[in-house]
């Protein structure tokens, strides 16, 4: 069996575009939510994200993970021609909603089977980079996405069936995806704090992240995983079994096949979503099998929930963190739900194995178990 | 690189408007329906599957999109059967729940719709077909759905030609629902009909079963190829299979176009049909992919 690393990473998130910008402004006090516009069809506040079109290029999703690669490009082109795995929950759902009225009326030309279905993001890929990427699939289930993606890529690496991977997480909102949630009363109306007392639901966020994995790295490697494991609740379709048996039973998979005990753990980077039912049962399953004690945060706090992206995002803004031993948390004046585990500001603290959780829709969870490689010097872009 | 295997497709089941149970499939094969393109047009499939989940519970299945009654039903009738605690599941779709999506992005933009039905919007997520499975029959298997559009027939050759590779069972499934959205590309004329399969893919160790071959990267190639020329049965797109057929060359083609007509995820159900049909002996698997062929040999 081979080691699997993460050798390079970036994110695109409403933190900012690019490890660089992301870094710095998770260490401001800045609060990165978007407040709509009364002109604004979608009234709830969520985390935005902008970036150019790319020429010929009219898929936000596609964009984003042009722009991702483009900023660790350096890096990944030396292993090219490299597999890519992509992981997205709405495609391009928001391009046929701007279209959708013309189409109906016969009015326009759109390339819907081009464009709205999920592989108009490896296409876009491909159209640019043509035979430096091996397109492998598009993952899509729901909010574990990116998880199950990397998931894949990590059991072909580990068995030596390919020796790198680009693995990208990407997702851009769409009156679809913003008013289906709400109607699930799953939305916080002011803003979410997830893993708080006092949280009310979940922000919505879009953005995109990119990460590297080699078997033999070219560079100094970031962190190893270690493992992934995944299982399905069996339970319901959007909301997760109550005592969070099957999430248990993923995460200890995860960490007896990483090789080390629960103990070893140092810190957890939750699924999180700010919902009042996830964090109640993942908090619940985290205190049952860590009752000393966990150091426990979300990233959502600083994107939204990201849906298809969220783990590889969460993972490449954990990465920046743990470089300088820090976890950064954002509570504002809300109450952890346990101060046993969950921080009500930002601390230091020294971490060699992490957990990174991501759960979704039809009850479909993740678990992955890295490793932090100390490399103080390394800046990534 | 680990080694490649052989592997047999076992607890398949097919179903669409002509095909509910493996007599079906039989007496189609019997009437010539994959071998002979005159008598496709007055055996095609349509958009309703009479019965379709009728094992499910009525309240559930009213709240559930057609990809997920199919998708529930052919595992049920297939490859659930002798489902282990350690088999991984694979959805393969193309579209995905685009009937869903459609009647939401409708409400949304020509309705103007400040809200949508709840069971609506969770129903439009791609893995909740796999999700209601799991929910219906209380299990808790590894569960991932992979959906690319027209290409999904290529995400299907990497996924399966990489996933062999681990040497461990899994369990493919296939389903597409019928949707009016896919008549507003004007461009694109293509009959997409609901259609679903599934089947355990597992590890032989008695060197009968399928695995992968080669890669051709022309026809030539192909033809000149010593596995083409030794075996009688060769299963192929309807492309390569009205191509081929009027070539003289003498040989037995068959194709699963007539089950799945315009389709994209042909190859799916192509690569089960020896098995399904219990042709015994040898055969090929052929799928054409941007003048790229990907060639599967069977040995039953």
Known sequence: MKKVFISSYSSISALGIGSKESSYNLKSDKDFIYYPEKSDKYKLPFFKVEVPDYKNVINKCSNISLRLLSLIEEYWLKLAPIPLFIATSTGGIRETEDNFTDLINKKCDYPLFGKHYLNCISDDIKNKYKDKINNFFTISTACSSAAQALLKAFLYLKNGIIDKAIVIGVDSLSLTTMIGFDSLKLVSHSRSIPLSLERDGLSLGEGGGILVLETEPLDEPFCEILSAKSTSDGFHISSPEPEGKQQAHCIIKAVTSAGIDLNDIDYINAHGTGTLINDEVEMKVIKNLFPQGKTVTSTKTFIGHTLGASAIIELSLVIDMLKDDIIYQKMGKNTPMDKNYIPDKTVNKKIKYFIKNSFGFGGNNVCLVLKKINNPDKINA | ?300
């Not at chain 2, 094969?29 to 007055?42: A, D, M, P, T």
């Not at chain 2, 057609?66 to 779709?93: H, M, P, Q, W, Y």
């Open chain 2, 1 to 300: 690189m680990p080694e490649n295997n052989f592997f047999y497709i076992t607890d398949i089941s097919v179903i669409n408007s002509k095909i509910k149970t493996q007599n079906d499939y039989i007496e189609l094969n019997e009437k010539g329906l994959f071998q002979n393109n005159q008598i496709w047009e007055s055996n095609k499939i349509t958009e309703t599957i009479d019965e379709l989940g009728s094992s499910l519970p009525p309240r559930l299945k009213n709240r559930m999109s057609l990809l997920s009654i199919g998708v529930c039903d052919v595992v049920d009738r297939g490859a659930g059967k002798n489902l282990k605690e350690e088999d991984e599941l694979i959805l393969f779709t193309c579209f995905g729940e685009i009937e869903t999506t459609n009647k939401i992005i409708k409400n949304i933009i020509i309705d103007n719709f400040e809200h949508v039905s709840p069971t609506l919007f969770h129903n439009s997520v791609h893995h909740t077909s796999l999700g209601y499975y799991t929910i219906l029959k209380g299990v808790n298997n590894w569960c991932t759905t992979i959906s690319d559009g027209l290409k999904t027939n290529f995400s299907f050759i990497n996924f399966l030609n990489n996933n062999l590779l681990l040497n461990q069972n899994f369990i493919v499934v296939h389903g597409d629902e019928y949707s009016d959205f896919n008549h507003l590309d004007k461009n694109i004329h293509l009959d997409l009909f609901p259609v679903f399969i599934s089947y355990k893919v597992v590890v032989s160790n008695n060197g009968v079963g399928f695995k992968f071959i080669n890669c051709f990267n022309s026809i030539d190639e192909l033809l000149g190829d010593e596995k083409f020329k030794n075996t009688d049965n060769i299963f192929m797109d309807k492309i390569n299979f009205l191509k081929f057929k009027k070539s003289g060359i003498n040989k037995k083609f068959f194709t699963e176009y007539p089950l799945v007509l315009d389709n994209p995820c042909g190859i799916i159900y192509r690569i089960a049909m020896p098995f399904y049909l219990n042709i015994k002996g040898a055969s090929l698997i052929i799928e054409n992919i941007n003048e790229k062929y990907y060639c599967y040999e069977v040995k039953l």
